[in-house]
C-alpha cells in the first residue's frame, strides 16, 4: 500500500476536467435520449460532449450508469416533492398526485421507465434510496388513514407505477387514467380471490 492510498491519506480533489467531462456527458445524454431514446449511440453521446468513448466508459462503465447518471435528478425531485406533499390533509390524495409525478418524471424519454425500475431495485444508498424512503411516508400516510389496504407494500405501488410508466411512455395521456383505475382497482372487494 502506497502513502496515497493508506486509509488515513486525504482524499484527491476531482480534476475540473473529470468533472467538465463528467457534466459535458451527461448533458449529451440528456439530450440525445430525449430524441432518440434510451438506446441512442453511446459514441454519439461522446462526439456531442467533445470526449472520446473510452472517456465516456471512465465515467458511465455501462450504459445503465448513464441512465442512472440521468436519473439522480429525477430522483432527487421526487424526493423533494414527496417532502412538499406529506404537509397535505388529505394523505391518499398526496400519494397519487406523487405517483403522478414519478410517472411523469421517470418518462422523460423513451426507456427511462425501464432504467429507471433496475435501478430502483438496487438497495445501495443514493438517490434512488433517498427518493423511496420519502415516498415511502406519504404512501405510511395514507395507509395509517386507511386509504391504503394495511397488507400492501410500498415496494409494490412503486412496481406498479414503474409498470404504468414503462406501458404509458408512448401515449403519456393514458398514464392518468391507468394510475386511477389502480388505485380504485378493476373489481373493488375480489382483489384477493386470484392472488
Given at each position: 500500500m502506497t502513502s496515497d492510498d493508506s486509509p488515513t491519506a486525504p482524499a484527491r480533489a476531482v480534476r475540473a476536467d473529470v468533472i467538465r467531462n463528467r457534466a459535458l456527458l451527461i448533458g449529451a445524454a440528456r439530450e440525445m435520449f430525449q430524441r432518440d431514446g434510451a438506446g441512442a449511440s453511446l459514441e454519439g453521446v461522446a462526439r456531442k460532449a467533445g470526449v472520446g468513448i473510452?472517456?465516456?466508459?471512465?465515467?458511465?462503465?455501462?450504459?445503465?450508469?448513464?441512465?442512472e447518471a440521468l436519473l439522480a435528478d429525477a430522483y432527487d425531485g421526487l424526493a423533494g416533492r414527496a417532502r412538499e406533499l406529506v404537509v397535505s390533509p388529505d394523505p391518499a390524495d398526496a400519494l397519487m398526485e406523487w405517483l403522478h409525478a414519478f410517472v411523469t418524471r421517470v418518462t422523460a424519454f423513451r426507456g427511462m421507465a425501464a432504467a429507471a425500475m433496475?435501478?430502483?431495485?438496487?438497495?445501495?444508498?443514493?438517490?434512488?434510496a433517498a427518493m423511496r424512503e420519502a415516498a415511502g411516508v406519504l404512501f405510511?400516510?395514507?395507509?395509517?388513514?386507511?386509504?391504503?389496504?394495511?397488507?400492501?407494500?410500498?415496494?409494490?405501488?412503486?412496481r406498479l407505477a414503474g409498470a404504468i410508466?414503462?406501458?404509458?411512455?408512448?401515449?403519456?395521456?393514458?398514464?392518468?387514467?391507468?394510475?386511477?383505475?389502480a388505485a380504485a382497482g378493476m373489481v373493488p372487494g375480489k382483489a384477493g380471490r386470484h392472488g
Amino acid at each position: 500500500m502506497t502513502s496515497d492510498d493508506s486509509p488515513t491519506a486525504p482524499a484527491r480533489a476531482v480534476r475540473a476536467d473529470v468533472i467538465r467531462n463528467r457534466a459535458l456527458l451527461i448533458g449529451a445524454a440528456r439530450e440525445m435520449f430525449q430524441r432518440d431514446g434510451a438506446g441512442a449511440s453511446l459514441e454519439g453521446v461522446a462526439r456531442k460532449a467533445g470526449v472520446g468513448i473510452g472517456t465516456l466508459y471512465r465515467h458511465f462503465p455501462t450504459r445503465q450508469d448513464l441512465l442512472e447518471a440521468l436519473l439522480a435528478d429525477a430522483y432527487d425531485g421526487l424526493a423533494g416533492r414527496a417532502r412538499e406533499l406529506v404537509v397535505s390533509p388529505d394523505p391518499a390524495d398526496a400519494l397519487m398526485e406523487w405517483l403522478h409525478a414519478f410517472v411523469t418524471r421517470v418518462t422523460a424519454f423513451r426507456g427511462m421507465a425501464a432504467a429507471a425500475m433496475v435501478s430502483l431495485r438496487d438497495e445501495r444508498p443514493g438517490p434512488p434510496a433517498a427518493m423511496r424512503e420519502a415516498a415511502g411516508v406519504l404512501f405510511a400516510r395514507a395507509q395509517e388513514a386507511g386509504d391504503v389496504p394495511p397488507d400492501t407494500a410500498f415496494t409494490d405501488v412503486l412496481r406498479l407505477a414503474g409498470a404504468i410508466a414503462a406501458a404509458t411512455e408512448h401515449a403519456p395521456e393514458t398514464a392518468g387514467r391507468l394510475l386511477s383505475l389502480a388505485a380504485a382497482g378493476m373489481v373493488p372487494g375480489k382483489a384477493g380471490r386470484h392472488g
